[in-house]
């Protein structure tokens, strides 16, 4: 059974930062391509930002870069975010997903990722 588990979201003023990370157990543990998307009030879901432990190489969607950080500990097999310079309009509940082992691209569609987390969710107060 695969798993992922985020944790980390919470209420921030405008301004703050928030840590948000994800552990994924099961047979992903492998799985080179991490994830982070949102889904704000009304809103569709939308891709945040992903990394490759296969070639390191990372995306951000243009509404978060130089402001968002992902992060990738495979020894820990878990991925995190780190959030500065939040604004309200970051308010979403944000989620963690994977791609399959055998897929090493970063992609931004949500359709290329199988496996998802609950979703933690993150305020940020004007």
């Known amino acids: 059974q695969v798993q992922l588990i985020e944790s980390g979201g919470g209420l921030v003023q405008a301004g703050g930062s928030l840590r948000l990370s994800c552990v994924a157990s099961?047979?992903?543990?492998?799985?080179?391509?991490m994830g982070w998307f949102r889904q704000g009030p009304g809103k569709e879901r939308e891709f945040v930002a992903a990394?490759?432990?296969?070639?390191?190489?990372?995306d951000y969607a243009d509404s978060v870069k130089d402001r968002y950080t992902i992060a990738r500990d495979n020894a820990e097999n878990t991925v995190s975010l780190l959030m500065d310079s939040l604004k309200p309009e970051d308010t979403a509940v944000y989620y963690c997903?994977?791609?399959?082992?055998?897929?090493?691209?970063?992609?931004?569609?949500?359709?290329?990722?199988?496996?998802w987390g609950q979703g933690t969710q993150v305020t940020v107060s004007s």
């Open positions: 990394i490759s432990s296969y070639d390191g190489r990372a």
């Open positions: 997903a994977v791609r399959l082992p055998s897929r090493t691209i970063v992609t931004r569609r949500a359709s290329d990722y199988v496996y």
């Open positions: 099961g047979r992903t543990e492998s799985s080179p391509v």
